[in-house]
């Protein structure tokens, strides 16, 4: 009889061991999948918070400089820029240049060129156009989708239908 007896104990261990890597494979599964999913939608979630980024900081400069004749539109060695006066001569540019909206704080006659700018974050494209004192500033991200932002600028000096008569 004990030696009966000795194989069922035998058999009663390797059955929960075998239980117990079941649970233990199932236990890491559902962890790895938890990880993945996270991975995804945090991924996804930095996509989209580098265009609302970019759209906030470019809005937020341009109503921070908001005075009298501070902003415009111009080129810095052929690169669309936004400019922005922060007075004694000296500019914030806010731009893209090779694939990053870049931005640089410079003095007139300083020579600065585009990549003399401090990367802000990655993005495609940068298209920038001025109408009657609204600067529309069009942002394509790094997964090709374009964001548009419309910044009213109340100091622009905007000629009325009068002037233009």
Same mark, same amino acid.
């Given at each position: 009889?004990?030696?009966g007896? +000795?194989?069922k104990?035998?058999i009663?261990?390797m059955?929960?061991m #075998?239980l117990? +890597?079941i649970?233990t494979?199932?236990?890491v $599964? ?5 990880v993945n $999913? ?5 991924y996804a979630? %930095?996509e989209n918070?580098?265009?609302r980024?970019a759209t ?5 400069? #341009?109503r921070y400089h908001?005075?009298m004749?501070a902003i &415009? +539109? $111009?080129? +810095?060695d052929? #690169?669309?820029?936004?400019k922005?006066?922060?007075g %004694?001569?000296?500019?914030?540019y806010?731009? %893209?240049?090779n694939?990053?909206l870049?931005e !640089?704080?410079a ?5 600065? &060129?585009p990549?003399?700018g401090n ?6 494209? !940068?298209?920038?156009?001025?109408q009657?004192?609204?600067i529309?500033?069009?942002i394509t991200?790094?997964?090709?989708e $374009?964001?548009?932002? !419309?910044?009213?600028v ?5 000629e009325?239908?009068?002037k233009?008569?």
């Amino acid at each position: 009889m004990k030696i009966g007896q +000795l194989k069922k104990h035998n058999i009663d261990i390797m059955f929960l061991m #075998v239980l117990f +890597l079941i649970f233990t494979f199932s236990a890491v $599964s559902v962890l790895l999948m938890a990880v993945n $999913s996270y991975r995804s939608v945090a991924y996804a979630n %930095e996509e989209n918070a580098s265009a609302r980024i970019a759209t906030s900081y470019i809005r937020e400069q #341009v109503r921070y400089h908001d005075d009298m004749g501070a902003i &415009t +539109l $111009s080129k +810095l060695d052929d #690169v669309d820029c936004i400019k922005m006066s922060e007075g %004694e001569g000296v500019n914030l540019y806010i731009y %893209e240049y090779n694939g990053f909206l870049m931005e !640089l704080e410079a003095k007139d006659g300083a020579g600065a &060129t585009p990549d003399f700018g401090n990367k802000i974050l990655k993005i495609k494209a !940068l298209d920038l156009s001025e109408q009657d004192g609204v600067i529309d500033a069009e942002i394509t991200d790094i997964k090709g989708e $374009s964001f548009d932002v !419309l910044i009213g600028v109340k100091s622009m000096e905007v000629e009325s239908d009068e002037k233009q008569k």
